[in-house]
């Protein structure tokens, strides 16, 4: 079975600041590594996704992600946080099967403090 | 496209009385799944379809849920009867077959008095 960990509840951090958002996954085979956002009340939306090929993964606002599979990680990286990144981040992965079925992490709530 | 589609947005109800919840997918996805959000436990999958049929329900939490899809373009999850303890955020996302990636909806925010 997977499972996804986000060490980090939440992530103060200033403006204009570089952020790294962590995440660990464990699977036996083969995976799929999605970063979602969340604002507030709104549903959940793809930040980036790693699927196969380069480990490096540049996603929407400025985001990207590493896909480290000797570390079992896919950390979430920005150079400049903007006030408007105050949300939370669900990591999420997912094997290649029939039915799609993706494991999401707690969560890691970012606050961009001006 | 509109994207995934919940009714209602909100909901508030009296312990004891049916609440139905409702999503229309994205046209032309294969996998549809319910989820449940609190602040306790986050983010939970309750059950998630494929082709109209379901795949797993065994986040369910007890038999006063249920889901239902009748067909491609539409699916509901009801609670009868409903309890304070059921009061969340309920999502909605649909995926293409593919990658994973999955849609989600705006949510339906469900109080039980």
New interface residues.
């Given amino acids: 079975a997977q499972s996804v960990t986000q060490l980090d509840s939440q992530v103060p951090v200033f403006e204009e600041a570089p952020v790294e958002l962590r995440c660990n996954y464990s699977s036996s085979v083969s995976v799929y590594l999605f970063w979602y956002v969340q604002y507030p009340n709104q549903g959940l939306q793809l930040l980036l996704k790693y699927l196969s090929g380069s480990t490096l993964v540049k996603g929407i606002n400025g985001f990207e992600a590493e896909f480290n599979k000797s570390q079992t990680s896919f950390h979430l990286r920005k150079p400049s946080v903007h006030i408007s990144d105050t949300a939370e981040y669900f990591c999420a992965v997912s094997v290649k099967t029939s039915y799609d079925k993706v494991i999401f992490g707690p969560g890691t709530s970012l606050s961009v403090i001006p | 496209d509109a994207g995934?589609i919940q009714s209602p947005r909100h909901e508030v109800t009296e312990m004891g009385q049916e609440v139905t919840l409702r999503c229309k997918p994205i046209s032309g996805h294969?996998?549809l799944?319910w989820y449940r959000q609190t602040m306790m436990r986050?983010?939970e999958?309750l059950i998630?379809f494929?082709n109209n049929v379901p795949?797993?329900d065994s986040g369910m939490p007890e038999d006063r849920f249920s889901a239902k899809m009748p067909n491609a373009s539409f699916s509901t999850l009801k609670i009868q009867p409903s309890e304070p303890r059921d009061s969340a955020v309920y999502?909605c996302?649909s995926?293409p077959?593919g990658?994973?990636?999955?849609?989600?909806?705006?949510?339906t925010r469900l109080t039980v008095l």
């Fill in positions: 995934v294969n996998s799944f986050g983010l999958l998630y494929n795949i797993d999502f996302a995926s077959r990658d994973n990636e999955q849609f989600f909806g705006p949510g």
